[in-house]
């Protein structure tokens, strides 16, 4: 192991398959004199930890150079694509099974995640992914996982938002490039969600979309179409020996609230939190050798 890596901290394997990702440094203002993995380790121990920037050791660097490189990475997309990529390999290597799950959880944000400015920020809804509920404010995260339990999409809504309107958005924002030539793959051979999910709309964009529901019917539903007869046609297919995989992406939820930027939001800025997501979803991650 490097000298650079500590408990929690990018290991070496990890670096060689990330770093050809990275964009060179810049050619102009103050040269940063710390090494970028030093400052991913930073950014790593912060989204572990939960604390605020300013309490990032300096052994990492200076906190206002890491959360420089965090926010900066951010806007260039560079975490979003070592996250995609990093799909990209394990579907490459038959690590990625495309039987997915989809779920919700709420996040709890704390007092410092509120009062983010008002100004347009790119890429940042008006409310910030942040909702009033009995406890406070909160987020919501949809996500899309594999029997693996690897995370393949999240959106974030405020913590008020329904979870079935969310199910077209999470499945559309799975995009896993090729490591060669073609189209990114998008489309999941079948998708397993629970009783909040059943909507006709749902069925339909499934359906639409050439994807396998295994989503079990409410008990309102199953009275609504035996109370028309024949109208009301047939009720829909359902798998239970598959459902029993379901359980995957709470087992994912359960993954990414090991770190503690994930279990409680302490970014003001959406896009900051989804960055934390997917530096989690980094560091989660154990190339094969």
Not at 32 to 50: F, H, K, P
Not at 156 to 177: E, F, H, K, N, Y
Not at 195 to 211: E, Q, T, V
Not at 254 to 281: F, H, W
């Given at each position: 192991?490097s000298s650079?890596?500590?408990?929690?901290?990018?290991?070496?394997?990890?670096w060689?398959?990330?770093?050809?990702?990275?964009?060179?440094?810049?050619?102009?203002?103050?040269?940063?004199?710390?090494?970028?993995?030093?400052?991913?380790?930073?950014?790593?121990?912060?989204?572990r930890?939960?604390?605020?920037?300013?309490?990032?050791?300096?052994?990492?660097?200076?906190?206002?150079?890491?959360?420089?490189?965090?926010?900066?990475?951010?806007?260039?997309?560079?975490?979003?694509?070592?996250?995609k990529?990093?799909?990209?390999?394990?579907?490459?290597?038959?690590r990625?099974?495309?039987?997915?799950s989809?779920?919700?959880?709420?996040?709890?944000?704390?007092?410092?995640?509120?009062?983010?400015?008002?100004?347009p920020?790119?890429?940042?809804?008006?409310?910030?992914?942040?909702?009033?509920?009995r406890?406070?404010?909160?987020?919501k995260?949809?996500?899309?996982?594999?029997?693996t339990?690897?995370?393949?999409?999240?959106?974030?809504?405020?913590?008020?938002?329904a979870?079935?309107?969310?199910l077209?958005?999470?499945l559309?924002?799975?995009?896993?490039?090729?490591t060669?030539?073609?189209?990114p793959?998008?489309?999941?051979?079948?998708?397993?969600?629970?009783?909040?999910?059943?909507?006709?709309?749902?069925?339909?964009?499934?359906?639409?979309?050439?994807?396998?529901?295994?989503?079990?019917?409410?008990k309102?539903?199953?009275?609504?179409?035996k109370a028309?007869?024949?109208l009301?046609?047939?009720p829909?297919?359902?798998?239970?020996?598959?459902y029993?995989?379901r359980n995957?992406?709470?087992?994912?939820?359960?993954?990414?609230?090991r770190?503690?930027?994930?279990?409680?939001?302490?970014?003001?800025?959406?896009?900051?939190?989804?960055?934390?997501?997917?530096?989690?979803?980094?560091?989660?991650?154990?190339?094969?050798?």
């Amino acid at each position: 192991m490097s000298s650079l890596s500590g408990r929690g901290d990018l290991t070496d394997k990890q670096w060689e398959r990330l770093r050809r990702w990275i964009p060179a440094p810049a050619t102009t203002g103050r040269p940063i004199t710390r090494s970028r993995r030093q400052l991913c380790n930073g950014v790593a121990w912060r989204v572990r930890v939960g604390a605020p920037w300013r309490d990032v050791p300096e052994a990492y660097g200076p906190w206002p150079t890491v959360y420089r490189l965090f926010a900066t990475w951010q806007q260039l997309g560079i975490w979003a694509l070592m996250a995609k990529m990093i799909l990209a390999l394990l579907d490459a290597a038959g690590r990625l099974d495309w039987t997915v799950s989809v779920d919700s959880t709420t996040v709890r944000a704390h007092q410092a995640a509120a009062g983010a400015r008002h100004r347009p920020v790119p890429g940042e809804p008006d409310d910030h992914a942040l909702g009033r509920s009995r406890g406070g404010w909160t987020t919501k995260l949809h996500l899309a996982a594999d029997t693996t339990q690897t995370v393949m999409s999240v959106v974030l809504t405020a913590g008020q938002m329904a979870d079935s309107p969310q199910l077209g958005p999470v499945l559309d924002a799975i995009s896993v490039p090729r490591t060669g030539a073609g189209r990114p793959r998008t489309r999941p051979a079948r998708v397993l969600a629970d009783k909040g999910y059943p909507s006709r709309a749902n069925r339909a964009y499934l359906r639409r979309r050439g994807i396998q529901a295994v989503i079990p019917d409410r008990k309102d539903q199953r009275h609504n179409r035996k109370a028309k007869g024949r109208l009301g046609g047939r009720p829909p297919r359902f798998d239970r020996e598959a459902y029993k995989q379901r359980n995957t992406v709470e087992r994912a939820i359960g993954r990414l609230k090991r770190y503690r930027a994930i279990a409680t939001r302490y970014d003001k800025l959406a896009i900051r939190y989804e960055a934390a997501i997917q530096v989690a979803m980094i560091l989660d991650w154990k190339p094969s050798s």
